[in-house]
Each structure stands twice: as C-alpha cells, then as structure tokens.
C-alpha cells in the first residue's frame, strides 16, 4: 500500500479508491454509527455484501433497495 493511500484509511475516498468498504465500516461501526456503516456496505461491489447493509438497514425499519 503506498504512503498516500494509508492516509486516507477508513475514509470514503479509501472506500471509491480501493473498492474495500470493511476500513471505513469499521470505523463507523466502532464508534456506534451503525446506520452509516450499513450505508457503507451499500456501495460494495460485492452483491453479498450490499445485501448485509441492507438487512442491517432493515433490522433498523429502514426500507432501502
């Protein structure tokens, strides 16, 4: 991983970079932040993945496609 990439580690910018949503959903996890860390895995490219941040949005009433 190169020095600027490490920077942005758990950020969105990270997240549209690398196509890896887990840094930036753990962040928002561990700080409680559930319903944007549900809102992370939605931007997965991985259909399985996008399908846990909508369970986890729908655990929360929260109707998304």
Same mark, same amino acid.
């Given at each position: 991983?190169?020095?600027?990439? @490490?920077?942005?580690?758990? @950020? *969105? #910018?990270? &997240? *549209?970079?690398? &196509?890896?949503? #887990?840094?930036?959903? !753990? *962040?928002?996890?561990?700080? /409680?932040?559930?319903?944007?860390?549900?809102? =992370? *895995?939605?931007? @997965?490219?991985?259909?399985? =993945?996008?399908?846990? /941040? !909508? !369970?986890?949005? &729908? @655990?929360?009433? =929260?109707?998304?496609?």
């Amino acid at each position: 991983m190169n020095k600027d990439l @490490s920077k942005i580690i758990g @950020s *969105l #910018w990270y &997240t *549209l970079i690398t &196509t890896d949503p #887990w840094p930036e959903f !753990r *962040l928002y996890a561990e700080a /409680g932040l559930h319903f944007l860390a549900a809102h =992370v *895995l939605l931007d @997965s490219i991985n259909e399985n =993945v996008k399908q846990l /941040g !909508r !369970r986890i949005l &729908t @655990s929360f009433g =929260v109707d998304k496609a």
